[in-house]
């Protein structure tokens, strides 16, 4: 498979219209988040149990949040829920994952470049994740892409979130685009069922956090690389 730069259809995407709108996921779409969601969890099992949750068998979790990490981390290690405080173990991961957001956290290949190149033509770029918005800011400042972005929503911004279609509709608005001239790249059902419920094109990642097959999730195209994007791209909005 070509995973060069340049995109057989980088010269449509240059003469695109310029309110060509791409929404995207974070965890899973943009950035391997995984071990450092991990590590949080982890640390927070720490007073609980002297194992360790390991990547392999948290990983397709991770799509899912925080409360079902620590939720899956109990049950795998036989810890009654009614044993605990939740609540106070949710709060606990947040200050642990505040302080050790972007550790070990990276980009996945070929969006730093798909990002620069798609500012330069004009394309309105978002995020819409469930993630809250101070964590998915700071992360993303972290990572350097922060400023690529016209507007990134997260689960607190607004008084819905995601599979709620109205949530993809108003970080498109933020974005400065319209539905019909956009495209959401996501990597769970969550975001497959957001962009169907809006009837907003969608992309997969194969790369990203999904507990079924990626291909089952009713996306319209699912890629392997970043450098496909602008192919998918081409066929969704002709």
């Known amino acids: 498979m070509d995973f060069s730069i340049e995109s057989r259809n980088y010269d449509l995407i240059m003469t695109a219209k310029p309110s060509l709108t791409l929404i995207f996921d974070l965890d899973g779409t943009l950035a391997d988040t995984a071990p450092d969601l991990l590590a949080a969890v982890n640390h927070v099992l720490g007073d609980l149990t002297d194992e360790l949750l390991t990547l392999d068998h948290a990983r397709n979790m991770v799509g899912q949040g925080a409360l079902a990490l620590i939720n899956e981390g109990l049950a795998h290690f036989g810890i009654a829920r009614e044993s605990v405080d939740i609540d106070a173990l949710f709060e606990k991961f947040l200050v642990y994952y505040n302080a050790n957001v972007s550790v070990h956290t990276k980009l996945f290949p070929g969006l730093d470049t798909l990002l620069s190149r798609h500012m330069e033509v004009g394309t309105r770029l978002g995020v819409c994740t469930n993630k809250p918005e101070n964590l998915s800011r700071k992360l993303l400042r972290d990572l350097g892409i922060h400023d690529h972005f016209h507007t990134i929503v997260g689960r607190d911004t607004l008084d819905t979130q995601k599979p709620d279609p109205k949530t993809l509709f108003e970080t498109i608005a933020r974005a400065g685009g319209v539905p ?59």
């Open 180 to 238: 019909e001239r956009s495209v959401f790249v996501g990597d769970s059902i969550t975001d497959a069922s957001t962009a169907i419920a809006a009837k907003v094109p969608c992309v997969l990642v194969s790369f990203g956090y999904t507990v079924e097959p990626v291909a089952s999730l009713g996306g319209d195209i699912v890629i392997d690389h970043f450098s496909e994007l602008d192919d998918a791209i081409a066929k969704l909005l002709p």
